[in-house]
């Protein structure tokens, strides 16, 4: 694991930095992120409290009737800590209205569904308040495929997007997000006893060194194999990736004139900014 | 004996905005004028943003252009190494850098290695240059060479062999990877790269680099401006703009080139022959030592 061990100082200068600049060149101030009580979107509100002042951060709590009472209270010790602004959401209404028409839905369909409920919200508010909203998607998550498509995969400035679930507890740790969020057992905590690492079947530190060789190092499955690694373990997780990688694109288009948009109509994101 | 000051302004270029690189070029001008500074070294792309995709069309420039007057009219009070895009005959576009002194541009440097991999794209954009030329200037004779070029350790050789004892080096790099003991690991390299070609090629070596944000990827700074012996003379900061400016001595490089007298020894001719031959047998098996399936 030493490898994915980070030089925190450096990388917290240049994730503050990353989000001072990102959401000064929109023409924004603030920001505005959906706060679950976990060790992501707890570091994002710390790094942009750092980066914009902890006046310019919104933290949107966002809770279900049955998501874990804890969740809130980690949250609100976040806003407490921080002194950021914050306001609280129940979807529990629009989400219940919704499935009354279909009561047999299970729980991947209503996960999806509050966490696109969720998303409909911050953008809500990052319209009311001015302020973007803060991706808190982890590398992790993005490359297993893990979350919701236009749900907590949406955001408009991710800080988070190329540190390792293991590194962001690392940076979490540096910047001293309470210690009660970083050593919790993660959960999307779309219902109840649900934790990532049980639904995913391995653990993060397991899956984050056969990421950090499969991507960052570019070695081939035979190679992890080579090193040691379970074969069937590799092949799954470079199955997810693979499996997922629409989600980390736009949808494709079909090509009909002499200029596409993201194919050979190409200009930087930050284009004029 | 005889000292001058170099000087990088490590800035951060707005992204295709020629116009608003331009203020920002003749504020860090006269910010140096007023240090005495005889040499500033701006970054690679440093009047149009590094990251241009589809706009490298829309803010080239020909080396004439009158948008490209300020500048000329400032290098009369101190010479200037500027990056931008040069729209070449043929509307041929080209990563270049123009050394202004005594209010005209002295040389142009069109990069000559596009890198086009990893997180580059570059010939998808812009065509390569096809010379590495020493020039002379009122500081002794120097050579440019852009970011990518000085990953071929050739290119430094060329400007070497043909008398360059500056070594200009604009450049845009983009940190990758967490590093240990720098900010990323590629910046541990360039640090490697510049101190030992000025210690190689006993020569003065200029690094200048640029920060900022581009599509969420950050380039590093820590510009640096390297001895004949391989020394750091000075160094600006990671990831923050700067005018870094270092008074040295020319004596230095005759010093270094006494003690070390690698250059007397350089054998071209050994270097071509070789070269050559090794050419030859490339041309006889074009698909490598395997063969065609």
């Known amino acids: 694991m030493h490898e994915l061990r980070l030089q925190c100082d450096t990388v917290q200068q240049i994730l503050t930095g990353f989000i001072d600049n990102e959401v000064r060149k929109a023409g924004f101030e603030r920001v505005v992120v959906g706060l679950s009580g976990g060790v992501d979107s707890s570091l994002a509100a710390f790094l942009a409290a750092e980066a914009l002042g902890p006046h310019n951060v919104w933290g949107i709590l966002m809770p279900y009737r049955t998501s874990n009472p804890e969740s809130a209270a980690h949250a609100a010790l976040v806003v407490k800590t921080l002194g950021i602004q914050s306001l609280s959401v129940d979807i529990s209404p629009m989400v219940d209205a919704y499935f009354a028409a279909c009561p047999d839905a299970d729980h991947v369909r209503r996960g ?115 090193e040691g690694f379970d074969e069937r373990f590799v092949r799954a997780v470079h199955h997810k990736v693979q499996g997922s990688q629409y989600k980390r694109r736009l949808p494709v288009i079909a090509k009909v004139s002499s200029r596409t948009i993201d194919r050979d109509f190409r200009y930087p994101r930050d284009w004029g900014r | 004996m005889r000292r001058f000051r170099l000087a990088v302004a490590q800035i951060a270029p707005f992204l295709g905005d020629v116009e608003k690189n331009l203020a920002l070029h003749e504020k860090m001008a006269r910010e140096a004028i007023s240090q005495s500074v005889n040499l500033l070294v701006f970054p690679e792309l440093s009047l149009t943003g590094y990251f241009l995709k589809d706009q490298v069309p829309s803010v080239a420039l020909k080396a004439v252009a009158p948008a490209l007057e300020p500048l000329r009219s400032l290098s009369h009070r101190l010479a200037m190494v500027v990056g931008f895009v040069e729209e070449g005959p043929g509307h041929l576009f080209y990563n270049a850098a123009a050394y202004l002194e005594g209010g005209e541009i002295r040389h142009i440097h069109r990069k000559v290695y596009l890198p086009t991999y990893g997180i580059f794209d570059e010939q998808r954009y812009l065509a390569a240059g096809g010379r590495i030329r020493a020039f002379d200037t009122a500081l002794g004779r120097a050579a440019i060479l852009i970011c990518e070029d000085l990953w071929h350790p050739a290119t430094a050789g060329i400007a070497a062999w043909d008398g360059a004892e500056i070594l200009l080096c604009p450049s845009a790099s983009p940190g990758r990877g967490t590093g240990r003991d720098g900010p990323f690991q590629n910046a541990r390299t360039w640090e490697q790269v510049i101190r030992a070609y000025g210690d190689l090629f006993t020569c003065f070596v200029v ?78 098996e074009p698909t490598g030592a395997g063969g065609e399936p």
């Not at chain 1, 911050?122 to 919701?148: I, P, Q, W």
């Not at chain 1, 050593?183 to 934790?195: C, F, I, R, V, Y």
């Not at chain 2, 700067?242 to 350089?266: F, H, I």
């Open chain 1, 112 to 226: 999806n569904k509050m966490a696109r409920e969720r998303m409909t919200i911050l953008f809500d508010h990052s319209a009311r308040l001015g302020g973007l909203v803060l991706g808190t998607s982890n590398k992790t998550e993005l490359l297993l495929g893990y979350g919701t498509l236009y749900g907590d995969m949406a955001s408009a400035v991710n800080p988070l997007g190329d540190l390792y679930k293991t590194q962001v507890r690392q940076l979490a740790r540096h910047v001293k997000v309470p210690t009660v969020i970083v050593e919790k057992q993660p959960s999307a905590d779309l219902w109840a006893g649900q934790t990532d690492e049980a639904e995913l079947g391995f653990t993060y530190e397991e899956v984050d060194r056969v990421l950090y060789l499969l991507v960052d190092h570019r070695y081939e499955v035979a190679d992890l194999v080579a």
């Open chain 2, 207 to 284: 690094f200048a680099n640029r920060v900022g944000y581009e599509d969420g990827a950050c380039f590093w700074g820590g510009s640096e401006v390297v001895g004949p012996t391989g020394d750091s003379l000075a160094k600006a900061r990671y990831l923050e703009e700067e005018l870094l400016v270092v008074e040295v001595e020319a004596g230095a490089l005759r010093r270094a080139r006494v003690a070390n007298p690698l250059l007397r020894d350089e054998r071209l001719e050994l270097t071509l022959r070789e070269l050559r031959r090794i050419i030859r047998s490339r041309e006889q």
